[in-house]
């Protein structure tokens, strides 16, 4: 069973960092790559970061490369989204998902099947 439970999100300052969990209770975080998304009010769900099953291999959307790390904790259920440097359009519902199908590499969007209810984040000018 993949239940992704996301937390971390708040109201920030322009320039300010903010560090977003996703967590798991089983083995999904060992065996499916898992991604963050990102929608604001109006536009198209977007592609923030990902990671794969065994942490070997990151990726990152265009618009937060070299701002945000995602990583791995030390507890196997529980990852890590960095954000640093924050801006107010990055302000949307952050949501983890997990891809559908395990021991595969980043996918599209489509190949998310999991997903967590999301978390807020509000950078204020």
């Known amino acids: 069973q993949v239940k992704l439970v996301e937390s971390g999100g708040g109201l920030v300052k322009t320039g300010d960092s903010l560090t977003l969990s996703c967590q798991d209770s089983?083995?999904?975080?060992?065996?499916?790559?898992v991604g963050w998304f990102r929608q604001a009010p109006g536009l198209a769900r977007e592609f923030v970061a990902g990671?794969?099953?065994?942490?070997?291999?990151?990726y990152y959307g265009g618009s937060v490369e070299g701002r945000f790390t995602f990583s791995r904790g030390n507890s196997k259920n529980t990852l890590f989204l960095r954000m640093n440097n924050l801006q107010p359009k990055d302000t949307a519902v952050y949501s983890c998902a997990a891809q559908t199908i395990p021991w595969r590499l980043l996918g599209p969007e489509s190949d998310f099947g999991f997903w967590g209810q999301g978390t807020e984040v509000t950078v204020s000018p």
């Open positions: 990671i794969s099953w065994s942490g070997g291999s990151t």
């Open positions: 089983g083995d999904t975080f060992s065996t499916r790559t």
